[in-house]
C-alpha cells in the first residue's frame, strides 16, 4: 500500500519527556457540540486511541510546497532553529496553543513551550519569534527594527502581529475538522481492534465499560497512556484486553455541587487546570484554597503534551511516587465515585488508598468514574509544594499536600493532614503525627514538635533509592516549616488583631520562586552594503525546511528495499571476561534475520583503540557486543533480548579516586610550568588548599546517532548515510572492517540534528556495526539508536577532579598555583588525551598566574568512554580556576571582580606555553560588561534585598574569559571545497565541513556570493560527501566554519580568476552571458578549493608552542535569586559580550553564543549524572537527565558584540564563536555560589566553602546549612558534601 511518509514528526526519546513528537489531536465532544484541539506526545499515543480524532502533524501546517504557516515563517527568520531536529515539535506546540488561544499571553506561551527541549538555541530566539503572538513585542526589540524585516526593514510590529493573526485564522481555518468524524462521533458505536496479541475496546456507555470491566478484570483503562505506555518497550509487557474509556460522558463530566467541584475521570489535567482557572474567580475565596494549591500544582506539572494526555482518574490509580495531585488531593479530603456492574459507591482518596490498602482501594471490577474534590472552608489552610531537579517538565524530588483545620475563630488545630510524595513507592501520609498535634495551638513549639515527629515517621533510610536522603528529608521539613508561616500569614489576614503579622524575614520564605516573562536585546553591527550578504543576519539555509519537517534526517530517509533493523546487545558488566554468547533463542524471535558478531568482521574489528563488537572481555556497562538484525525494530529488540552472555567478573575500576589508587591512565601526564613556583609560594603572604569535583554531561543532541548502511550492486561499494562529524574517520573505519579500500565506502551527511562534540569519534563505530550487519546479510540496515541506548553506549563530557594550592598576597595578587588536573576517561583512549591536553593549556583562562604547575592526567576507568564535548575541557579547566580565584577573594576578603581584575592578563602576553596575545580585547569585553550589565549599581541591590531577605538570597557574578581557538596541530585546520558553475549560471558549493546545526552551510553561500558577487539564490548547497571533498577533518574546535570557508574562497577566487578574460571583454554582461562565454571559451567552470590550516604545534618535551591560532575574548555577568529553603534557582539577568570580530552572520554566531551559554548553564547547575555501584549509568532518559528546558534561561538576556575588533587570521576578520560561551554558563554558577555565600554569612557559616559542579538544588540546599538540615542531617554530611 502506499504510505504517506510524514517523517516531519521527530523521535527524541520515546518517553514524553522531549516534545520532539508533537502532534495536535482534534477531537470531537459531542456532548459540548465542540472540538477540542491538544497538543500530544505521538510516541505514547496507541494508534487505536486515535479512532475519530484529526491528527495534525507539522506537514499539516504549512509545506513549502503548499504555503508555510505564519507561526513556522515566524520562527525560521527568528532564527529559532539551529540543528532544526525539537523544530517541528515546537512549531506543533505553539500551532496547538494559537488553534486555543489565537492571542495568548506569555505566561500561555511559554507553558506551551514546557514540554519541549531544545540543545541547540537557548530558547530565546523561539520565545521570540512566538512573542510577536504576544500584543506587544518584536524581536530587535529595543533596535526599534522588525526582525520579520531582514530584508526589507521598516514596517511596524503592530501591523505585522495584526497580519499574522489574520492569516493564522485564514490557514487553519481551511484545515477544518472532518465532518464525517463528528457524525461517527454523535453516533456512538462501541469500537474493538484487534490485533494478533491484544484487543482493545473503546465502549460509549458506562454500563457497557462496566459489563467489560466484569468480564476482563485484569483489564487496563489506558486514557493518556503516560503511565502504562512508559512500558511500552518491553516486549514482554502486554495486556490481552485494553479498554478505552474517553468517549464515557459520565467520564468526561465537570459539574459544581454543594460539596465541590465533581469532574470526570477521564478529564485530562490541562482541562482540569482550565476548569479551575475559570470556576476559582466565581467562589468565594475561602472556598477555592484547595483548587489554588491544585492550580499550583499544575503549572508546573509535566510539559503541556503530557497536561493535556494525562488523565485525573490515571494520575490518581497509577499512584505514582512522585505524583504532584494525589497529596494534595488526599490532604483536602477528596472523594472517589466508583461504579461496577454491582453499583456504585464512594471512596476517600486517602492516604490508604494511595498506599493500595485492600479496604480502602478500588476493586478489579470497578471504574473511576469522578472524582469530588470539597471546597475549603473558613477556617482551613491547604497548601501544596514539589521541587524538582528543574523547574517545570521534570518529577518531584519531593512533593507535599498539607491541610489544617482549626476550631472556628482560634490557632487550635481540630484535624491536620501532611502528605508527601517522592519518599516511598507511593504518597505517604504522617498520619500518626498529624494525630499526636490534633489540639495544639499553631506556634513554634507546634512546629519543632511537627518537624520531629515528621522525620521520624516518614522513613527514609540512608539506602534508600532515589539516593538524595538528607535532601529529600531537608525538604519534608522545610516545606513544613513554609506551610506553617503560611498558615501564620494566613491567621494574621484573617484575625489581624489576634495575630501578629509575619517579620520581613519570615516573610521571604513564602512563594516559591517562578520564572518570569523574558526579554532579550541583541545589538549587532548592521555590516556591509545591502547586496553584500557577509556580515548580515541571513536566516539559516534549512530554516523553513526545519519548521516545516521537510528537512531530511537520517532516519527520516524512506525504507528501501529489502532493509533490515538492528538492534545491539550491551554488557551488563564493568569488567569481565566473556565466557560465552548463545544466541539461539534469539534467532527464533519471528522476524529475526540474523545475529552478528565480532567473528563477522571481515577485516579489523574497530580501531587500535577501541573494538566495535566486544571480543573477549568487555570494559564498560554498555558495550556493544553483538548485534541482532530483523525485519521490524520491534523484532531486532526483542531479539536482543534474548541473546544470553555469560560472564566472568573481573575487579572494575569506576572513578577518577580509583583510577589514582590503581595507577591506571589512558596517557602519559601532561605538565607545564612557568616561573619558579617554590619561590612564588616563598613571597605569597598566605596560601591555600583545596577541591574541586566536576560531573560529567550527556551531549542529548536531539537526534540520536542513526545511520544507513545500503550495499551498492557492484565491487562491493556501500552507501553510508551516517550522523556524523568526522564522514572521513566512518569511511576509513568501515572500509577497514570490511576489508575494503576506502574508494568503495561513500559517506554522506545532509545535516545532522545535534552534535556537540558527541558524533565526531562515535558514529564509526555505529557505522562498522550496521556495515558488518549489510555485508553478512547482503541488505540494507538501519541502525538507529532508541535515547537509552544512545546515552548509556556513548559517553560525553569528562568528568572532572582538580587539586589546587595557591599563593597570594594581601591584595588578591596570586603569586603562584599548583593544580594537579584529573579527567575520568573511561574505558578507551577516544579523545581523551587532547581533552586533558587542552585542560593544561586553557587552564589559566584570563588570568596571569606568574608562578605556575600545572600537570594533567587522563583516567582509564570502566566507564563508557567519553569523548569530546563543545569547549574540550575549557569549561572543566576555567571553573577549576576561577573556584581558585573565589578561594582568594573569600580568604582576602576582597569583591571577587577585584581579584579578577587585579590577576588578569594585561596588554601585550605569553601564555604558560609562551604562545604571545594581546589582552586588550580581553579587558574591552570585561569593561564593556560591567557597564552594560550596570554590574555596580545591581551589586548594591543586591546586597540591599540580601539585608532584607532570610530565606531567599540573591547573588551577582560577572566573570571574564580567554578562549583559545581551533586545534594543537596545523593539519587538523586543513578543509578542501568544490564548487561548480552550471550552464544556467547556478552555483552548488560543496565542502568537507558538515552542518550540525551551527549554520556552516548558510555562511558557505554568504561567503561564495560575495566571492562571485551573485545573489544567495543562485547558489545551493546539497550534503557533505566522501565521493566530492575527500579526507574532510572534523567540524568541531569552533573554527568547522571558517577552514572551511577558506577552501570555498579559495575555489570561488580561481573561479572567479578564469572568469577574468570574459568579464573584461563584457563588463557590462551578466553572470548568466559571462557563464555561457565561458562555456564556449573551453574554460572550466569546476574548481576545487582547498585551505592548508593555520600554523598551529605544541612541542610538549620544551613545553612551547604556538598551540592555537588565536584567542576570543568575552565576559559575561549573570544574577541568580536562591530559594534557600528548597535550594530552587531563578535566572534573572545575563549580560554576554563577547569579541566575535567581524561576525559573517549575527544572527547565527548569537545563536551559537547563546545556545553555548545555557548548555554552559546545564553543566554547571543541573545535568547530573548517576552509576550504579556497579558502573552502570541510570540516567538514560529526559525523565532522568535534566537539561536546560524553557524555564531555565534568563528572564533578561542580553548577548553583545564587541564592537570594532578584527581578527588578522580568519577569514573576513571573523572569530569562530561555537564553543566559547559554553563556559560563560560559569557566571551562573558563581552568581548562586554568591548568593549560597549570603545566606552563610547571615546564618554565621564558614564562607570558605568550595562547591562542587553542577550546582543542583540539592548541593544549594544542603549548602544553606540551617536548622532544618541540621535536624536530618548526620553532622558529618555538610562538611562532606561540599
Ligand atoms: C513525560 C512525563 C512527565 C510527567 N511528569 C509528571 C509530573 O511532573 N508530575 C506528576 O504528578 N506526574 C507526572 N507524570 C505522570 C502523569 O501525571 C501520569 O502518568 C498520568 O496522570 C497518568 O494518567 P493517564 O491517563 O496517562 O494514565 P494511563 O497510563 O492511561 O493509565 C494508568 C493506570 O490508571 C488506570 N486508570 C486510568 N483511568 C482509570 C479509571 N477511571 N478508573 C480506574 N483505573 C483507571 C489504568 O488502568 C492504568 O493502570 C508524567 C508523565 C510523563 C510521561
Ligand atoms: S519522542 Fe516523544 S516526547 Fe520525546
Ligand atoms: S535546534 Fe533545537 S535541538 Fe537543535
Redesign the pocket.
Known amino acids: 500500500p502506499f504510505a504517506v511518509h510524514l517523517s516531519g514528526t521527530k523521535y527524541g526519546c520515546g518517553?514524553?519527556?522531549c516534545g520532539a513528537c508533537t502532534v495536535m489531536l482534534s477531537t470531537y465532544d459531542p456532548i459540548a457540540k465542540k472540538i477540542r484541539h491538544h497538543p500530544a506526545?505521538s510516541c505514547?499515543l496507541p494508534i487505536s486511541s486515535l479512532h475519530g480524532a484529526a491528527v495534525t502533524t507539522v506537514e499539516g501546517v504549512g509545506s513549502i510546497k503548499n504555503r508555510i504557516n505564519p507561526i513556522q515563517e515566524r520562527l525560521a527568520k527568528c532564527h529559532g532553529s539551529q540543528c532544526g531536529f525539537c523544530t517541528p515539535g515546537m512549531v506543533m506546540s505553539i500551532y496547538a496553543l494559537l488553534r486555543n488561544h489565537v492571542k495568548p499571553s506569555m505566561e500561555q506561551i511559554i507553558s506551551a513551550l514546557d514540554?519541549n527541549l531544545c540543545r541547540c538555541t537557548g530558547y530565546r530566539p523561539i520565545i521570540d519569534s512566538y512573542a510577536s503572538f504576544e500584543q506587544t513585542c518584536c524581536q530587535l526589540r529595543g533596535t526599534g527594527q522588525c526582525c520579520l524585516d531582514q530584508e526589507e526593514l521598516g514596517c511596524s510590529s503592530s501591523v505585522v502581529i495584526k497580519l499574522f493573526i489574520l492569516t493564522f485564522l485564514k490557514t487553519y481555518k481551511s484545515l477544518s475538522f472532518p465532518p464525517q468524524r463528528i457524525v461517527q462521533e454523535q453516533q456512538r458505536k462501541t469500537l474493538i481492534f484487534c490485533s494478533k496479541r491484544t484487543t482493545w475496546i473503546s465502549p460509549s456507555t458506562l454500563k457497557e465499560l462496566l459489563e467489560l470491566k466484569a468480564k476482563y478484570p485484569k483489564?487496563?483503562?489506558?486514557?493518556?497512556?503516560?503511565?502504562?505506555?512508559?512500558k511500552k518497550n518491553d516486549c514482554d509487557a502486554y495486556h490481552p484486553v485494553i479498554?478505552h474509556?474517553l468517549r464515557i460522558p459520565e467520564?468526561q463530566v465537570f459539574s459544581i455541587t454543594d460539596d465541590g467541584i465533581v469532574i470526570g475521570?477521564?478529564c485530562?489535567?490541562a482541562q482540569l487546570r482550565d476548569i479551575l482557572m475559570e470556576t476559582i474567580p466565581k467562589l468565594p475565596e475561602e472556598k477555592t484554597k484547595i483548587y489554588q494549591a491544585l492550580l499550583q500544582?499544575l503549572r508546573?506539572?509535566?510539559?503541556e503534551?503530557?497536561?493535556s494526555?494525562?488523565?485525573?482518574?490515571?494520575?490518581?490509580?497509577?499512584r505514582?511516587s512522585?505524583?504532584?495531585?494525589?497529596p494534595i488531593l488526599s490532604a483536602g479530603k477528596s472523594v472517589l465515585n466508583?461504579a461496577s456492574d454491582g453499583g456504585k459507591r464512594q471512596i476517600f482518596l486517602n492516604d490508604q488508598f494511595l498506599a493500595g490498602h485492600k479496604h480502602a482501594d478500588?476493586e478489579p471490577k470497578?471504574?473511576?468514574?469522578s472524582v469530588l474534590i470539597p471546597y475549603s472552608t473558613k477556617d482551613e489552610f491547604i497548601s501544596a509544594f514539589?521541587q524538582?531537579d528543574r523547574q517545570?517538565?521534570?518529577?518531584?524530588i519531593v512533593?507535599a499536600g498539607l491541610r489544617v483545620l482549626f476550631s472556628p475563630g482560634t490557632d487550635t488545630i481540630v484535624d491536620l493532614s501532611i502528605l508527601y510524595?517522592g519518599i516511598g513507592s507511593t504518597t505517604l501520609s504522617a498520619r500518626k503525627s498529624c494525630e499526636k498535634l490534633i489540639g495544639r495551638q499553631w506556634n513554634d513549639q507546634m512546629l519543632s514538635e511537627a518537624c520531629k515527629l515528621v522525620l521520624e515517621e516518614i522513613s527514609l533510610p540512608p539506602s534508600a533509592s532515589g539516593g538524595k536522603v538528607e535532601y529529600r528529608r531537608t525538604l519534608l521539613v522545610s516545606f513544613l516549616f513554609r506551610f506553617y508561616l503560611e498558615v501564620l500569614h494566613g491567621l494574621h489576614q484573617m484575625y489581624p488583631f489576634r495575630y501578629a503579622e509575619l517579620s520581613q524575614d519570615k516573610m521571604s520564605a513564602l512563594g516559591m520562586l517562578q520564572s518570569g516573562t523574558h526579554s532579550c536585546l541583541q545589538d549587532v553591527d548592521p555590516g556591509q552594503s545591502p547586496q553584500d550578504p557577509v556580515g548580515r543576519p541571513v536566516m539559516h539555509q534549512s530554516g523553513i525546511k526545519h519548521t516545516t519537517g521537510e528537512a531530511v534526517y537520517i532516519d527520516d530517509i524512506r525504507p528501501v528495499d529489502g532493509e533490515l533493523s538492528l538492534a545491539v546487545v550491551t554488557s551488563v558488566k564493568a569488567h569481565a571476561k566473556i565466557k560465552s554468547i548463545d544466541i539461539s533463542e534469539a534467532l527464533q524471535v519471528p522476524g529475526v534475520i540474523n545475529v552478528v558478531t565480532a567473528k563477522d568482521v571481515p577485516g579489523k574489528n574497530g580501531n587500535d583503540e577501541e573494538e566495535a563488537f566486544a571480543k573477549d572481555k568487555v570494559i564498560c556497562v554498555g558495550q556493544i557486543i553483538c548485534a541482532v538484525v530483523a525485519e521490524t525494530l520491534t523484532q531486532a529488540k526483542c531479539g536482543a533480548k534474548k541473546v544470553k552472555i555469560a560472564y566472568e567478573d573481573l575487579q572494575p575500576v569506576l572513578t577518577i579516586k580509583d583510577a589514582i589508587k590503581h595507577n591506571s591512565y589512558i596517557t602519559k601526564e601532561r605538565k607545564l610550568e612557568k616561573g619558579d613556583i617554590e619561590k612564588g609560594f616563598k613571597s605569597a603572604d598566605k596560601i591555600i588548599e583545596g577541591e574541586l569535583h566536576m560531573g560529567g554531561q550527556e551531549h542529548f543532541y536531539l537526534e540520536t546517532n542513526s545511520v544507513l548502511v545500503i550495499p551498492r550492486m557492484e565491487d562491493k561499494e556501500m552507501d553510508v548515510y551516517v550522523s556524523t562529524q568526522h564522514a572521513t574517520d566512518v569511511q576509513k573505519l568501515v572500509a577497514s572492517a570490511l576489508n575494503l579500500q576506502s574508494n568503495k565506502i561513500m559517506c554522506h551527511t545532509k545535516r545532522v540534528g545535534g552534535a556537540f562534540g558527541g558524533k565526531i569519534t562515535k558514529p564509526s563505530f555505529f557505522a562498522v556495526i550496521a556495515a558488518v550487519a549489510a555485508n553478512k546479510t547482503g541488505r540494507p540496515v538501519r541502525f538507529a539508536l532508541e535515547r537509552d541506548m544512545d546515552m548509556l553506549i556513548t559517553g560525553g563530557r569528562h568528568p572532572f577532579f582538580g587539586k589546587y594550592k595557591v599563593g597570594f598576597m594581601k591584595d588578591g595578587r596570586i603569586m603562584a598555583a599548583d593544580f594537579q588536573c584529573y579527567i575520568n576517561g573511561g574505558c578507551t583512549k577516544d579523545e581523551s588525551e587532547l581533552v586533558i591536553e587542552y585542560i593544561v593549556l586553557k587552564v589559566d583562562n584570563a588570568y596571569n598566574i606568574p608562578n605556575l604547575r600545572v600537570r594533567g592526567h587522563a583516567c582509564k576507568t570502566n566507564l563508557p568512554s567519553n569523548t569530546a564535548f563543545r569547549g574540550f575541557g575549557f569549561p572543566q579547566a576555567g571553573l577549576f580556576v576561577e573556584t581558585c580565584i573565589v578561594a582568594v577573594a573569600t580568604k582576602t576578603g576582597l569583591p571577587h571582580e577585584k581579584v579578577r581584575e587585579i590577576n588578569m592578563y594585561k596588554g601585550v602576553n605569553r601564555t604558560a606555553f609562551k604562545e604571545k596575545f594581546d589582552a586588550e580585547n580581553l579587558w574591552k569585553c570585561w569593561k564593556e560588561c560591567l557597564v552594560k550589565s550596570d554590574y555596580h549599581s545591581r551589586k548594591t541591590k543586591v546586597e540591599e534585598f540580601n539585608r532584607k531577605n532570610y530565606w531567599k538570597k540573591k547573588g551577582i557574578a560577572i566573570i571574564p574569559m580567554k578562549f583559545s581557538v581551533g586545534f594543537n596541530a596545523t593539519y587538523f585546520h586543513q578543509a578542501g571545497a568544490l564548487v561548480h558553475i552550471y550552464l544556467d549560471g547556478s552555483v552548488l558549493v560543496t565542502h568537507g565541513g558538515i552542518e550540525l546545526g551551527q549554520g556552516i552551510h548558510t555562511k558557505m553561500l554568504q561567503i561564495a556570493s560575495r566571492e562571485l558577487k551573485i545573489p544567495l539564490s543562485y547558489i545551493h548547497f546539497c550534503e557533505t560527501s566522501s565521493t566530492t571533498v575527500p579526507n574532510g577533518k572534523y567540524t568541531a574546535g569552533s573554527v568547522g566554519t571558517e577552514i572551511n570557508a577558506r577552501a570555498v574562497q579559495d575555489a570561488c577566487q580561481i573561479l572567479w580568476k578564469r572568469l577574468d578574460p570574459i568579464r573584461r571583454k563584457n563588463p557590462k554582461g551578466k553572470w548568466e552571458d559571462w557563464i555561457s562565454e565561458a562555456h564556449k571559451k573551453s574554460i572550466s567552470l569546476s574548481a576545487t578549493g582547498y585551505f592548508k590550516g593555520y600554523v598551529t604545534d605544541m612541542n610538549w618535551e620544551s613545553k612551547k608552542g604556538h598551540a592555537f591560532p588565536y584567542f576570543l575574548y568575552g565576559a559575561a555577568c549573570s544574577e541568580v535569586e536562591i530559594d534557600c529553603l528548597t535550594g530552587a534557582h531563578k535566572n534573572i539577568r545575563t549580560d554576554i559580550v563577547m569579541d566575535a570580530s567581524f561576525s559573517i552572520n549575527p544572527a547565527i554566531d548569537i545563536g551559537q553564543i547563546e545556545g553555548a551559554f545555557i548548555q554552559g548553564v546545564g553543566l554547571y547547575t543541573l545535568e547530573e549524572i548517576y552509576f550504579s555501584p556497579e558502573g552502570e549509568q541510570l540516567t538514560l532518559s529526559?525523565?532522568t537527565y535534566k537539561i536546560p528546558a524553557v524555564c531555565d534561561i534568563p528572564e533578561q538576556f542580553h548577548v553583545y558584540l564587541l564592537p570594532n575588533s578584527c581578527n588578522s587570521i580568519a577569514i573576513y576578520s571573523s572569530k569562530g564563536v561555537g564553543e566559547a560561551g559554553f563556559f560563560l554558563g560559569s557566571s551562573v554558577f558563581f552568581a548562586i555560589r554568591d548568593a549560597v555565600a549570603a545566606a552563610r554569612k547571615e546564618r554565621g557559616l564558614p564562607l570558605d566553602f568550595t562547591l562542587n559542579s553542577p550546582l543542583t538544588v540539592e548541593r544549594i540546599r544542603m549548602a544553606c546549612d540551617d536548622i532544618f538540615t541540621k535536624m536530618c542531617c548526620e553532622p558529618w554530611y555538610t562538611t562532606c558534601f561540599q
Open positions: 518517553v514524553g519527556g506526545n505514547l514540554g483489564a487496563p483503562l489506558v486514557v493518556g497512556n503516560t503511565s502504562l505506555g512508559l479498554l474509556p467520564m475521570a477521564a485530562c489535567l500544582q508546573t506539572l509535566a510539559g503534551q503530557i497536561r494526555m494525562a488523565s485525573l482518574g490515571g494520575h490518581v490509580v497509577s505514582g512522585a505524583w504532584d495531585l494525589n466508583l478500588i470497578e471504574v473511576i468514574v514539589r524538582a517545570k517538565n521534570a518529577f518531584s512533593n510524595g529526559p525523565d
